[in-house]
């Protein structure tokens, strides 16, 4: 049975216009005018248990909002949604206690306490035995590395252990649901690997179900075998991260170096030109006709060299980003919406 069942989820913002300057102000006072924006738009998913899915978008696509449902801090304008057969938006005692959410960009902890005061009051929420208290914060601190920092002030810890803590503290009470949005955002390198890592052995060993949103490819191709793509509020793709270019239809990119400059469109016969500045020219070809492209280039240019690559992830989804949704491209493609 899956553990998140999602359905037509939509949710419409109401807001009003503001206008600046005193006559505006006082215009607002009695006649304001309203303003409505689509922030998802029949978005449908089913997630399986223990499975750990990405939520990638672009800005102000709709992921937070998506997982503010699920987690009932938001109520939806239209569509159904089931967590762990709760309906989130009821905000049952009971579904409370299976599910965290973490915020990159927002604070749970205390700022001027130490993070273990705010695991404390946490055990007190979640009503945590004092053995499975002690047990769960003895592994988290290990696997995290951060048993020193228990006691110092949440504000003079780094960014990279203040979302340690944060992890710990919404982990506390074993969820069997975990939404992060964006929980490596600001991180260095080191700090985001181990982040990553530290969710990937957790996923494998307690089987949470993650969704996981992040702007960073790495933490999606590293932890997820399934992203959800969201554009516009829409879901724009679903599936395997490393097929997304096949939206793209099948297509490679030959580049070539030249010994002497040749003029663009002697290229375009052979596909789309990626970019191109007299010697160095990227060219966009069918996966079909690689192979005659590349041999027709070498014998009627100048090459010095000639490479045949595939068309990276990013551009895929970045196409994706751009295109939005219901294009032809998009409808022919088996998991693309
Ligand atoms: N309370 C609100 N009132 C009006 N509009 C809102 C409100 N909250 C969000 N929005 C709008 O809804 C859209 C979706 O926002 P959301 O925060 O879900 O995007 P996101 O995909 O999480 O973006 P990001 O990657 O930047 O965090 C945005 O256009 C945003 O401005």
Redesign the pocket.
């Known amino acids: 049975m899956p553990a998140i069942v999602v359905k037509d989820l939509s949710k419409t ?1 109401e ?1 009003y216009k503001k206008e600046v300057g005193l006559r505006h102000s006082l215009t607002n006072l009695y006649a304001r005018k309203k303003l409505y ?1 689509e ?2 738009n029949k978005v449908s998913f089913e997630i399986e248990e223990g499975e750990i899915v990405g939520f990638l ?10 997982l503010k449902m699920l987690s009932g801090i938001l109520y939806p304008s239209a569509g159904e949604a089931s967590v762990l057969g709760y309906n989130p938006w009821k905000r049952q005692k009971a579904f409370k206690r299976q599910f965290s959410i973490v915020m990159g960009q927002k604070n749970q902890l205390w700022w001027d306490l130490p993070a273990s005061e705010s695991f404390h009051l946490n055990k007190a929420i979640y009503e945590v035995e004092d053995n499975q208290y002690m047990r769960t914060l003895g592994d988290l601190t290990e696997l995290l590395d951060v048993r020193d920092l228990l006691n110092v002030q949440v504000r003079r810890l780094s960014l990279g252990e203040r979302m340690k803590m944060e992890l710990i503290a919404a982990l506390l009470h074993n969820p069997k649901v975990l939404f992060l ?2 929980p490596t955002i600001g991180l260095d390198i080191i700090s985001q690997r181990k982040i990553r890592e530290f969710l990937k052995q957790y996923n494998q060993t307690k089987r949470t179900t993650i969704i996981l ?1 992040s ?1 960073y490819m790495e933490d999606i191709q590293f932890l997820c075998k399934r992203t959800i793509v ?1 554009n516009n ?1 829409s879901v724009v793709y679903d599936g395997d991260l490393a097929r997304v270019n096949d939206t793209l239809g099948d297509r490679k990119v030959i580049k070539l170096q030249l010994e002497e400059p040749v003029e663009v469109g002697r290229f375009r016969a052979y596909g789309k030109i990626q970019s191109y500045d007299g010697i160095y020219v990227h060219i966009e070809v069918d996966r079909s006709q690689f192979k005659s492209c590349a041999q027709s280039l070498l014998a009627n240019f100048p090459v010095v060299d000639l490479t045949i690559e595939d068309i990276p992830i990013e551009e895929g989804i970045a196409r994706l980003y751009e295109r939005g949704v219901n294009t032809d491209a998009s409808a022919s493609m088996e998991n693309v919406r």
């Open positions: 913002f807001y924006k922030a998802v978008g672009p800005n102000g696509a709709g992921k937070t909002t998506t949005d964006e949103t702007h969201i509020g």
